[in-house]
Structure formats: structure tokens, C-alpha cells
Nanobody, 132 residues
């Protein structure tokens, strides 16, 4: 029902910025909460940021607070991750994920949105490499 395609990754020096985009196709995209995760080689996938289906609530991992901002486009077909003050340890593949909003949504808050098992749809990822 939903397909996600990430873009915007690349090579940047430490302290620089990148903006990642996740373009969604499919019906009722505006009714989906969205998250960003990242995974470095040999590492587990970890939560980065998430936004509610309405855009009214956002959640961030501690290691990106104050540096990254997640937002929705006005047409609700694109989700962005603005990444500032990038560090070498931010180097990873970045993936967007989506889950349908529903009346019986199983959880709320950071612990809910940071759980990768919450999400039903995943993009293929975009690589972010931060040099020293």
C-alpha cells in the first residue's frame, strides 16, 4: 500500500549538513506515522527520529537531539530529515519507515516510535558518510 524511496545522502565533512527526503507513494500517506532509522556496517539498526501522522508530535534519539529535525511536506507525500552538525559517527545507511495511524494504535511516546517493530513499510536506504 505504501512504497518509500529515500534520497539526499552523500559525503560530507564533519560539521556539515545534509537533508534526507523520503518520498511515499500509495493511498492515505497522510495517515501514516513516519520514522527514520540508521544502520552502520556490522551494527544493529537504530532509531533516529519519528513524526506522527499529523506532524504534531516528533521524537528523537538522544544522540541527534538539537542536530536533526524531522518534518513533513505540506502535501504529506514527503518526509524530511534535516541533519546538521554531522559527526563521523553519524555515518550509516539511513532508512525511512511508515506505519498506519489507526484508532487502536498500540502505543505512544518515544518508546513506541523508536521500536522498529512498529513499522510496516521500509525504504531501501540512502548512504550518509561523514568524514573527519
Amino acid at each position: 500500500q505504501v512504497q518509500l524511496v529515500e534520497s539526499g545522502g552523500g559525503l560530507v565533512q564533519a560539521g556539515g549538513s545534509l537533508r534526507l527526503s523520503c518520498v511515499a507513494s500509495g493511498r492515505a500517506f497522510g495517515d501514516y506515522a513516519m520514522g527514520w532509522f540508521r544502520q552502520a556496517p556490522g551494527k544493529e539498526r537504530e532509531f533516529v527520529a519519528a513524526i506522527s501522522w499529523s506532524g504534531g508530535s516528533t521524537y528523537y534519539a538522544d544522540f541527534v537531539k538539537g542536530r536533526f529535525t524531522i518534518s513533513r511536506g505540506t502535501t504529506d507525500n514527503t518526509v524530511y530529515l534535516q541533519m546538521n552538525s554531522l559527526k563521523p559517527e553519524d555515518t550509516a545507511g539511513y532508512y525511512c519507515a511508515a506505519v498506519a495511524a489507526r484508532a487502536d494504535f498500540p502505543c505512544s511516546g518515544y518508546g513506541c516510535y523508536a521500536n522498529p517493530d512498529l513499522y510496516d513499510y521500509w525504504g531501501q536506504g540512502t548512504q550518509v558518510t561523514v568524514s573527519s
